[in-house]
């Protein structure tokens, strides 16, 4: 309490040391987003330098705090840490967009509605009151947008904005 | 397990030709799901990937079984929590730390359950809960996240979804029942229905949630489910310490297995597991909790 300062220190050097353990120059890493893209400088808001997509393995060429510079043949960039996993993401996340662009294209509001079987699923179980807290769940969530992450991560300097 | 496989297979068959009405699974929308990620993520050898993927559980599946458990978890803790900023706070930093999570393209949200009791659950697809109780302990968002992180790890990991792929959840509809009917022919009836609806979502829901509810998962799974989510909380600049301090907390009220996290594994096993990292700042001590009061996602106590 009284010396908040030095413990400040620490907990960064905590997160330092625990988060970025795991890619040192020379090692290896998996891309985990739909589409990670790769930056020009290790910065945030730097011009793109390429893409590559999800599961491919990249190899790591130099570190930068908690940014990487990393390369895949031809394709090279910088890459905040959190964007890549030291394992091989499962094949099958590769699909986890899937129900959502589908609602995109098929619901005219922004909150997808609850698919048909679960609204009679909830109804059979009794559990009407449930289901409208999660309808409101749904939509309360739905108002939060990517933009407004993004905006909170900066504010906070969190994730690459640290 | 794998010989299960052809018996879902017929029963979706029976379910779609003999009571089109009452089937969920919308062939069409599956198949047009299928078409929009054909054309948005990959080639033409990816289709059978999907296919495959839907016939054993596909990310559409997935969601449903996550809705289906989902109602299952507020049915039984009381409701949501329906405060704006309490929903602003949990999933602004929910998301963030999805964000770098291994299923970052996941459709994520977060809630606050009405109860006093101190749990938190996930569920497939990307739905997390905290109780209230435990969500009172949560007096900064760094150990906001440890938590989240911890729920958001068993989704990561497909913890729930090895269960039912295992068969573990075939505990039968019966017994989650029992408490609300004392008789045995309405119970069977009930039992009977809910059966119906869950041969329908094709997945046995009730087995699942009442697994979650009264073992939750093996201590192993809960284990790593704590160094994952503490890695995450940390890859996205919050105290690793967060997750620790809030065990700690709680064990030093006096750890009460009927009403804190009566689904984990006892508090001292899980804080001696964890590393001795330091206890977060409290919001006061820093100069962007200090901020966060009069940003988004900002202390709402």
Redesign the interface.
């Known amino acids: 309490m009284k010396t908040p300062i030095p413990r400040l220190l620490l907990v960064a050097g905590f997160l330092a040391a625990s988060a970025y353990a795991a890619f040192e120059a020379g090692s290896f890493a998996y891309t985990k987003k739909l589409e990670t893209t790769l930056l020009a400088e290790p910065k945030p808001l730097a011009e793109p330098a390429g893409k590559i997509a999800l599961g491919h393995k990249v190899k790591v060429e130099e570190v930068k705090g908690a940014w990487l510079r990393i390369s895949e043949g031809p394709v090279a960039g910088w890459v905040y840490a959190g964007n890549l996993s030291a394992t091989k993401p499962d094949e099958s996340n590769k699909f986890d967009g899937v129900a959502f662009l589908a609602s995109k294209t098929t619901a005219t509001a922004a909150a997808r509605p609850l698919d048909d079987t679960v609204v009679q699923y909830a109804d059979q179980r009794q559990l009407g009151n449930a289901r409208g807290d999660l309808e409101w769940m749904m939509a309360s969530c739905a108002e939060i947008t990517e933009e407004t992450v993004d905006q909170f991560l900066k504010e906070q300097k969190k994730g690459e904005y640290q | 397990m794998k010989a299960r496989f052809p018996f879902i297979l017929l029963a979706a068959a029976l379910a779609a030709t003999v009571v089109p009405a ?1 089937s ?3 062939f069409g ?1 599956l198949t ?3 078409n ?2 054909t054309k ?3 080639t033409g050898k ?1 289709v059978a ?2 296919g495959k ?1 839907v016939v054993g559980i ?3 599946e ?3 079984l996550g ?2 458990v ?3 978890i ?2 039984r803790y009381g ?2 929590v ?1 405060d ?1 900023d309490i ?2 706070r949990v ?2 930093v929910g ?2 730390l999805a ?2 999570s ?6 994520w ?3 606050v359950l009405d109860s006093d009791t101190v749990n938190a659950f996930s569920a497939p ?1 990307g739905l997390v809960f905290i109780t209230r109780g435990l969500y009172e302990q949560a007096d900064s ?1 760094d150990v906001l996240a440890g938590i989240l992180g911890h729920e958001i790890a068993h989704i990561t990991n ?1 913890n729930a979804l090895k269960i039912v792929q295992r068969g573990d959840a075939a505990t039968g509809a019966k017994s989650l029942l029992i408490n609300n009917s004392g008789d045995a022919r309405e119970l069977d009836a009930a039992a009977s ?2 059966s ?3 041969s ?2 094709g997945f046995d ?2 087995g699942l949630a009442k697994r979650l509810f009264e073992k939750g998962f093996d201590a192993p799974t809960e284990y790593t489910a704590d160094h994952d989510g ?2 995450l909380a ?8 967060g997750l620790r301090a809030a065990l700690q907390q709680l064990q030093k009220k006096g750890e009460n297995r009927k009403t804190m996290f009566s689904s984990h594994p006892p508090l001292p096993e899980r804080i001696k597991r964890l ?1 001795n ?2 206890a ?3 919001p006061a ?2 100069v ?1 909790a200090a ?2 009061k009069d ?3 900002g202390e709402t106590k």
């Open positions: 009452l969920g699974l919308d929308k047009k799901a299928v929009d990620a948005a993520i990959d990816d990937k999907v993927s596909g990310p559409q997935e969601r449903k809705e289906a989902a109602v299952e507020i049915g409701g949501l329906r704006e929903m602003r999933n602004l998301r963030a964000r770098y291994d299923r970052p393209s996941l459709d949200q977060f809630a697809g968002d497909k229905q809910v119906q609806v869950g329908t979502l829901v009730v503490r890695a940390a890859t996205t600049g919050y105290a690793p310490g590393p990292d330091p977060p700042p409290a001590e820093t962007a901020d966060a940003q988004p996602g």
